[in-house]
């Protein structure tokens, strides 16, 4: 269990000192898929980098399974059960993709293994394996080889920071599919999802909206989505794409 | 064929991969001496009358065939030049495999230079391994000094792998090339430096002929307090196709230079070269560190990627 108490963090901006994330506590109970939602600079990826250990709290604590990590390093945090998934993968020259997945997976993974994995994001295991994770992969095929390093982890927690973000022809339903996936793999693991996209809202258990560096929402997705989607103040961003298409915009 | 001591095993398997006694053509040079020859029908090793080296010449149409030529060092205070010419017939297709390693444990300095001459028959191709390794905790350096020539006649193809990655304390590298019509040079050089070491790579690459084309790739990564210099130089006389790329690492206080060089003296002579340096990406690093890596481990997969 993953919990938040009292979280703030400030950026320096021209001099000034602005509040990103002003006082969040937040509890995500094992086994529990949530996605935070909420409108572009409402403070959803710093949120999510701040669980990661990327960013550090100016304030509050960060308990997980009761323990204190608040001032724990990325990698303590990594090998105690936290995955993240990047909005914006990073290329490596001359590190392989199944080197990647190696490394994730903590462990001597067979080229079968691997391919396992790159097949779960809807890529040819074949073609990818042996490829170097640099500039020759676009954009959308770094990101599914992001989403399957992280599938190699089997963590307790999966942070995704808008996964939907730079998928291209890759069916959105695949990706559905992939956290349903994993829940039933990896049994009482909870998945922790940045997202605008109402098809990923509307697998949730509970929905977190973010706004002003503030909780504005939280609550069972059948609580909170009628009220995002049906009201003039709602997000705009979360009505985009209800066929399920990928937004672009985003990418 | 000699004996060979369990420090010199250790230096012929960094530097050429060998385990034991290679199949086809070899020459082993052990500390200033021949430890080990052999000659094929094809490909014929005569040790040079004038001065120390080599004579290595290999018939025309030789295919799929290797010559190994590695050189260890393992007395202090040893320095020698050698002289080892390559002449590859016409529409053979080979591999040569060289290398040296010194492993210094005195206070003196060890230095081998070997001067290569490659004079490369119509349509053959080669590809060419050099592989540089030095250990041994003694004061003494250990120095190496490679002077390279090619001469590439029409249609011809020679691929360099140059691997210097440990040990080394002092390295000039000096790489020229001639080509005529259609030839091809292809470099592929991987450097790391550390400790107080220099490394200075000189290339000069003149395409003589039409269509000749060559791309000369460095990666390299500098760390503690080591300087490195890639100088790469094409000269363009012909309707032809060039590229040169330095892709640097530096970490600690490493210190690189590039110097781009290109000549052009034929307007359709086509010359390009890039070149950066920069440290590890902080995102890089992180993003592994998600993997459960340290930071210190991090680096290390970046650089061993890099340099792979």
Known sequence: MLELKNISFNVDQEGQDKEIIRNISLTLPDGQLTVITGPNGGGKSTLARLIAGIEKPASGQILWNGQDITGWSVTDRAKAGIAFAFQQPVRFKGIQVIDLIRLAAGKTVTVADACQYLSRVGLCARDYIDREVNASLSGGELKRIEIATVLARSAALTIFDEPEAGIDLWSFQNLIEVFEDMRARIAGSSILIISHQERILNIADEVVVLKDGQVAAQGPKDEILPELIGTSSAIPECRINMEGGVNHDEA | ?308
């Open chain 2, 1 to 308: 064929m000699m004996k060979l001591d369990e420090i010199q095993k250790r230096l012929l398997r960094e530097v050429a991969d060998l385990h034991e006694v290679p199949e086809g053509a070899y020459n082993i040079r052990s500390n200033g001496a021949s430890a080990g020859r052999q000659s094929t029908a094809n490909i014929e090793i005569v040790p040079k009358t004038d001065v120390s080296g080599l004579e290595i010449r290999i018939k025309p149409g030789t295919k799929r065939e290797s010559v190994h030529i590695p050189v260890v060092m393992t007395e202090s205070g040893l320095t020698e030049v050698v002289y080892n010419d390559f002449y590859i017939g016409d529409g053979s297709d080979v591999t040569i495999i060289a290398g040296c390693g010194i492993d210094n444990c005195g206070n003196q300095d060890s230095q081998h230079d070997g001067i290569h001459r490659f004079f490369v028959g119509k349509n053959a191709r080669i590809r060419y391994v050099e592989k540089h390794y030095g250990s041994g905790d003694g004061k003494g350096k250990r120095i190496l000094n490679p002077v390279t020539e090619v001469y590439q006649e029409e249609g011809s193809s020679v691929e360099m792998e140059m691997v210097q990655i440990k040990g080394v304390d002092d390295t000039t590298r000096t790489t020229k090339a001639e080509l005529a019509a259609n030839a091809k040079l292809v470099v592929r050089e991987r450097l790391m430096t550390h400790g107080q070491q220099n490394a200075i790579s000189i290339y000069e690459v003149s395409l003589n002929g039409e269509g000749a084309s060559a791309d000369v790739v460095s990666r390299s990564v500098a760390r503690d307090d080591s300087y490195q210099k890639f100088d790469a130089k094409l000269v363009g006389n012909a309707a032809c196709n060039g590229h040169t790329e330095c892709d640097s690492i530096i970490m600690d206080h490493g210190r690189i230079l590039a110097v781009p060089g290109l000549e052009a003296n034929n307007v359709d002579a086509a010359l390009v070269h890039e070149a950066a340096i920069g440290k590890i990406a902080g995102d890089q690093i992180i993003k592994l560190m998600t993997l459960g890596l340290t930071e210190q481990e991090a680096e290390e997969q970046i650089v061993n990627g890099f340099l792979k």
